[in-house]
């Protein structure tokens, strides 16, 4: 695909700093806008977020600043809680992870009840963070200290599982809580069980170092993952290797995340380069990308809930591609 070929944003949304990282929640709000929360130094703000594509009568996007909360230390990662909701008493759950090497489990009612949670344990830089699904009573989390680790809601550590590198990405089954993926840096994917607390299963990048990992959870069987240039997808049913791999991006790729949307369609970007970062839409039964995108000094990467649109957070900006299906 030729360079002239980059799509600008479908959509952009104007922010006070440096977005370093923004998440959809990949769960209902109870009302009709999509809860979206972006951090970065010292900060995360949450909003909501409502497109043209689900009503008609706004155009383009429209974005309401719920709550801006302050943060002690850069914020490298965020996830959000199933029980966040607006409907009735609205509330919100989200834990980050920050520079200082520990999680805050935040939960405000979005008026004057506000409380922060602080979560230590982990040695060294934490990678990417999880709540389980179903009930949001527990979070994962996995560190460049060769651990992930699993905590209850009041802070406490229930379980360690040991890697042989650092854990890169961590993903919770969809219905089985007893289910948890950890990628690991030097390239292996593993499945634990967490009530035996060993592994169940394993796949094999057959390189490194793996950067980022997904679990397709509209459909099980299948993860995905980029590791240097290339991007890797695998049928767990098959084997441990992967099915499907191809180059993606040039200068190392970053990012790995399947839409909620549509189980074939998945976002890869490169690494940050000097002056921007590539974006690629690739669809399972395509060769080439469906879609390239680029921003300035674009960091995180999430999905849409329920449209095939996605978001990238950049230097004072939200940036949102919608793919056309």
């Given at each position: 695909m030729q360079e002239d070929s980059v799509r600008s944003p479908s959509y952009t949304v104007a922010c006070d700093d440096y977005v370093h990282v923004v998440e959809f929640s990949p769960f209902s709000s109870g009302v009709p806008a999509s809860l979206l929360a972006y951090g970065g130094n010292q900060y995360v703000v949450v909003g909501t977020c409502f497109f043209q594509e689900e009503d008609m009568?706004?155009?383009?996007?429209?974005?309401?600043?719920?709550?801006?909360?302050?943060?002690?230390?850069r914020v490298d990662a965020l996830a959000w809680s199933p029980e966040s909701r607006l409907d009735r008493i609205p509330k919100i759950r989200f834990c980050t992870a920050a520079a200082d090497r520990r999680l805050r489990l935040l939960t405000s009612d979005l008026q004057d009840k506000h409380e922060v949670k602080v979560m230590e344990g982990h040695t060294s830089y934490i990678n990417h963070l999880v709540f389980e699904p179903t009930e949001g009573k527990q979070i994962a989390s996995v560190s460049d200290d060769h651990t992930c680790r699993v905590w209850d809601l009041d802070g406490n550590e229930s379980t360690t599982l040991r890697l042989c590198s650092p854990g890169i990405s961590v993903c919770w089954h969809p219905e089985e809580v007893f289910k948890l993926m950890v990628a690991e840096k030097k390239g292996t994917i593993r499945f634990y069980d967490l009530v035996a607390h060993q592994a169940i299963l394993s796949l094999d990048c057959g390189q490194s170092p793996l950067m980022s990992a997904d679990w397709c959870l509209t459909n099980t069987i299948k993860v995905g993952a980029v590791a240097g240039n290339d991007w890797l997808i695998w049928d767990i049913t098959r084997s441990s290797y992967p099915q499907e791999k191809r180059p993606a991006h040039k200068d190392k790729?970053?990012?790995?995340?399947?839409?909620?949307?549509?189980?074939?369609?998945?976002?890869?970007?490169?690494?940050?380069?000097?002056?921007?970062?590539?974006?690629?839409?690739?669809?399972?039964?395509?060769?080439?990308?469906?879609?390239?995108?680029?921003?300035?000094?674009?960091?995180?990467?999430s999905w849409h809930r329920t449209l095939p649109l996605c978001v990238i957070g950049c230097d004072r900006k939200l940036c949102f591609w919608m793919t056309e299906m």
């Open positions: 009568d706004i155009e383009g996007v429209e974005f309401n600043v719920l709550r801006a909360f302050h943060h002690e230390a790729a970053r990012l790995f995340k399947w839409s909620r949307a549509n189980e074939n369609l998945f976002a890869t970007t490169g690494c940050p380069g000097k002056i921007s970062s590539q974006l690629l839409i690739h669809h399972l039964g395509h060769p080439q990308p469906v879609m390239i995108g680029s921003a300035s000094v674009g960091s995180g990467l």
